[in-house]
């Protein structure tokens, strides 16, 4: 069953046509990868699935909901959690009270910075945010400053902020990016395991083929605004307008 339908989406900035019919659908419990080349589209998509965007024509359909005219506050209520390219966490909180803010939000219906002594006294919402940090590989952390982590640790983290509302669909932009080989390596298998484990929908954009062709089950190819191929992660390595398109310079 495809709990994402993208159908005949166009977005146009003045002159340039961001966006050119994109039609596609990403099955419930798959991780579904979309690359391409700079400048493709994939950005511009991802906002319009979460608010940021409206097209100027198309539908976006989650859980048969549509998605278009949804406030980006509203977005996570709605069963969707995006990780963005740099990660948006209170660097002055803990690991565990970075955590635990989102997963109060998401039980209250509002974002609200909570006064730390209420988070603490929050016994269910701790041992909610304890159990995606230990899922996330970051239990050993919980009561270390947010701005003393690595920058892998903290894309790990904002990761955990997103799941601890508890997501159908998962939506990470460039996950991997500016990684170091070992901190890439070690999200593809905290992104890997989230997926066995809690099956969650995801929606991966990114550059770096290592991490695609590791966790994708489906791949979407855009460029210059359109979809060209759509495919299995094998069928995509061989498909001759995509090697013309990206990927045969990004081996």
Do not use: W
Not at 61 to 71: A, D, E, V, W
Not at 145 to 158: F, I, N, P, Q, V
Not at 187 to 202: A, E, K, Q
Not at 229 to 250: F, R, S
């Amino acid at each position: 069953m495809n709990i994402l339908e993208v159908l005949g989406v166009n977005k146009r900035f003045g002159g340039l046509q961001a966006l050119n019919d994109v039609n596609l659908q990403v099955q419930e419990g798959a991780v579904h990868a979309i690359i391409g080349p700079n400048g493709a589209g994939k950005s511009t998509l991802l906002n319009c699935f979460v608010g940021r965007l409206t097209p100027d024509t198309g539908s976006v359909m989650f859980n048969g909901r549509s998605l278009l005219g949804i406030k980006p506050h509203e977005i996570n209520q709605a069963g969707v959690s995006r990780v963005f390219q740099t990660p948006e966490i209170f660097s002055d909180l803990t690991v565990l009270e970075n955590v635990m803010i989102p997963a109060l939000a998401h039980r209250d219906g509002a974002f609200k910075l909570n006064p730390l002594r209420r988070m603490r006294q929050e016994g269910d919402i701790r041992n909610k945010a304890v159990e995606v940090l230990e899922d996330i590989g970051l239990a050993d952390n919980l009561d270390m400053t947010a701005a003393s982590m690595s920058r892998g640790d903290k894309r790990r983290l904002e990761m955990a902020m997103g799941l601890v509302q508890d997501p159908k669909l998962l939506l990470l932009d460039e996950p991997t990016a500016g990684m170091s080989r070992a901190d890439t390596n070690n999200t593809i298998d905290v992104l890997r395991h989230i997926s066995d484990s809690r099956g969650i929908t995801m929606v991966i954009i990114e550059h770096d083929m290592h991490v695609v062709f590791s966790l994708a089950d489906r791949i979407s190819v855009l460029a210059q605004g359109g979809v060209i191929a759509e495919d299995a992660p094998a069928n995509i390595k061989g498909n001759p307008k995509v090697q013309e398109a990206y990927l045969g310079g990004a081996h």
